[in-house]
């Protein structure tokens, strides 16, 4: 997997953070994020999709597990995975998870752990923690 590691203190900042970590990635396309609650992993993952161009109502998918996002003038989608309340790999897989993350889309997947022995070679890590009101993505 590879990593980068940023920092920042307000929410101005995202948009070029966000630009940042998709240079890191470059022709990458599944990232996991890392956190405990609260830490700002959706937030980041929204910034992202404004970077690609989708300008979609963006929420978090906790309760449907997969939000699709569009990027105007592209047939490809962004696919947004909230796994905070999948309890095992076998519900994961009935979720289709194999399918986003094998479709050369963009996927950004939120609590990635039960999944990891899924993710490709390239998967971009992301781990985010708060400290002093300082958020840390490694």
């Known amino acids: 997997m590879k990593c980068i ?3 920042y203190r307000e929410l101005s900042e995202l948009p070029a953070i966000a630009k940042s970590i998709l240079d890191f ?3 990458h396309k599944v990232f996991a994020f890392y956190a405990p609650m609260g830490t700002g992993k959706t937030t980041l993952i929204k910034e992202i ?5 989708s300008s979609d109502n963006f929420s978090s998918p ?3 597990i997969v939000n699709e996002y569009h990027i105007p003038g592209l047939s490809q ?4 995975i909230d796994l905070y309340r999948i309890k095992n790999l076998h519900e994961a897989l009935d979720a289709g998870i194999e399918e986003y993350i094998e479709s050369g889309s ?3 997947i939120e609590w990635p752990e039960l999944t ?9 890590k992301m781990v985010m923690k ?7 993505v490694s």
């Open 25 to 27: 990635a470059g022709t």
């Open 106 to 108: 963009y996927c950004f």
């Open 5 to 7: 590691e940023i920092s």
């Open 116 to 124: 990891e022995a899924l993710l490709p070679v390239g998967t971009v």
């Open 49 to 53: 999709c404004r970077q690609l161009g």
């Open 62 to 64: 906790t309760y449907s």
């Open 130 to 136: 708060v400290q002093d009101n300082i958020r840390n």
């Open 77 to 80: 989608r962004i696919y947004h």
